[in-house]
């Protein structure tokens, strides 16, 4: 038995000083929706809290000229509140609305749900269809990680000893973007997603597809991001053909398991018939979408 | 064992507003702000559901925020200005208009999940005086009744709505 500490530092440097300096169990508190349930129902009890919302950089959402950069630790509810982020990036917004209850979203990070690394989290699609780009801090330095590349395995993420995502960077898109998310629950609220399907697209001016990036949840044992669906589409004006291909390649990736929210049958047909849903919603945002940004 | 683990753990000093006073507690860093509210500082009017997130029956606002209590540490509040049922009715005892309604309508029945669901209507109402009946059901999705079948809650949360929009 450990008697918990907790610190909350004010800068980056500090906080990785104190996570590598915690000889074990030293964990990264944001803001604790999973790590509280993990705490109460006794599967983890860590040595050392660190509380990462005292960091400024991990709680701002700016506008830089690559794109909007938000803090890792930034609420759900902070982003809901953010009329220039909720405009811009409408699919992410998607996953994010999905995370829970406003109470959790009044707590629930972006960073958070990518790095517990939960093959069913709803931001985690519609961030990788976006390209964003995590800013990773540790002992050794930075370095940027394609948010795919975080998750591992259900509750194992890639960061190295000791690193902090410290943000996250949504680059810039193309007038004629859109991107949605959409998953399939048992209830509308309040549940686990069984299939999770994010799409981020872009129409040229001829309403040619030029750029396309998918990514599904809870079909494997990460967040999958399947470049052959998106390649479906690029090069086309994401009509019957593509779409279909679209589908085809997305089922072509599942791998999901078998049980009793869902069947594996049940799970791959359902991506793929998500799949042409999110499409539909981002053609249209896409074609809304004014100028680039 | 949780309790003889509770009693040997250093403590940490811990400033917030509550309801308008200035509170101090000693916490231990796992502890919730739930069970400080309840434990340490007799506060019982939030109630545990599920300690998990799930049912909503510890809802307070913490700066302003809704969030569920249990899944918040004490140490967390260090600064806070933390809202909670107790702080709802006026001085004299004079009900809010969102309890009032409550009585009215018959809104509740066993009365576990009223304390959340008051804290959540007056924070949706806050940020949306007029909602819709949807807006409503989808502000309050985070927190469960297992006796009312909500319809009630819904109607008292839209009537306070009305006159608190005419007050
Ligand atoms: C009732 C309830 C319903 C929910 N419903 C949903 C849902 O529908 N969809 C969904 O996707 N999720 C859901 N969740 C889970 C969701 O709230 C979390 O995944 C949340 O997004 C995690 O963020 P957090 O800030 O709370 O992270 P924390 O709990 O603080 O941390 C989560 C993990 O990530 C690590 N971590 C946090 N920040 C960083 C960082 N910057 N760098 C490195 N590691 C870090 C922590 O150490 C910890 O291991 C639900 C949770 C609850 C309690
Ligand atoms: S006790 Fe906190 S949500 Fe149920
Ligand atoms: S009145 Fe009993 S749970 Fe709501």
């Known amino acids: ?293 | 064992m949780k309790r003889t683990m509770k009693r040997t753990m250093k403590k940490t000093h811990v400033s917030t507003v509550i309801n308008g006073d200035e509170i101090d507690f000693l916490c231990d860093p796992s502890q919730t702000l739930l069970d400080v509210l309840r434990d340490e500082l007799q506060m019982t009017g939030t109630k545990e559901g599920c300690g998990t997130g799930d049912c909503g029956a510890c809802s307070v606002t913490v700066d302003g925020v809704l969030v569920c209590s249990c899944l918040v540490l004490g140490v967390e509040a260090e600064g806070a200005e933390i809202q909670t049922v107790e702080g709802m009715a006026g001085p004299d005892g004079d009900l809010h208009p969102l309890q009032r309604k409550f009585v009215e309508h018959v809104a509740l029945q066993c009365g576990i999940c009223t304390p959340g669901l008051l804290i959540a209507a007056r924070s949706l109402l806050a940020n949306n005086p007029d909602p819709s009946e949807q807006e409503v059901r989808f502000g309050l999705a985070g927190n469960l009744c297992r006796c009312t079948g909500y319809h009630n809650i819904i109607k008292a949360v839209l009537d306070a709505a009305a006159e608190m929009r005419s007050a």
């Open chain 1, 1 to 293: 038995m450990n008697n918990t500490q907790y610190k909350a530092p004010a800068s980056v440097e500090k906080a990785i000083e104190l996570f590598s300096g915690a000889e074990i169990g030293g964990k990264l508190l944001a803001g604790g929706t999973d790590l509280l349930v993990q705490m109460h129902s006794d599967m983890i009890a860590p040595a050392l809290l660190i509380d990462l919302k005292k960091i400024p950089q991990l709680r701002a959402i700016e506008k830089e000229a690559d794109g909007y950069r938000i803090g890792a630790a930034v609420s759900g509810v902070e982003l809901m509140n953010h009329t220039g982020f909720c405009t811009t990036w409408p699919g992410v917004m998607d996953g994010v609305k999905l995370i829970g209850s406003l109470q959790v979203k009044g707590r629930a990070s972006v960073g958070g749900n990518i790095c517990n690394a939960s093959p069913a989290a709803d931001s985690v699609p519609p961030m990788i269809a976006a390209g964003a780009l995590a800013t990773v801090v540790g002992p050794d330095g930075a370095r940027i990680v394609p948010v795919e590349d975080i998750g591992v395995a259900p509750g194992r993420n890639s960061l190295q000893q000791g690193e902090i995502v410290v943000s996250f960077l949504l680059p810039n898109q193309l007038a004629g973007s859109g991107g949605a998310y959409q998953r399939f629950t048992p209830r509308t609220e309040m549940d686990i997603a069984v299939v999770g399907v994010a799409v981020n697209l872009t129409l040229d001016k001829a309403g040619i597809c030029s750029h396309a990036r998918v990514a599904v949840g809870a079909v494997a044992e990460k967040v999958l991001l399947v470049k052959q669906a998106g390649d479906a589409l690029i090069g086309t004006r994401v009509q019957d053909d593509a779409t279909d291909n679209l589908v085809t390649a997305v089922r072509a990736a599942c791998r999901p398991i078998d049980d009793k929210r869902g069947t594996r049958e049940f799970r791959v047909q359902v991506a793929g018939v998500l799949a042409r849903r999110v499409v539909a919603t981002a053609l249209e945002r896409a074609k809304g979408s004014g100028q680039n940004p």
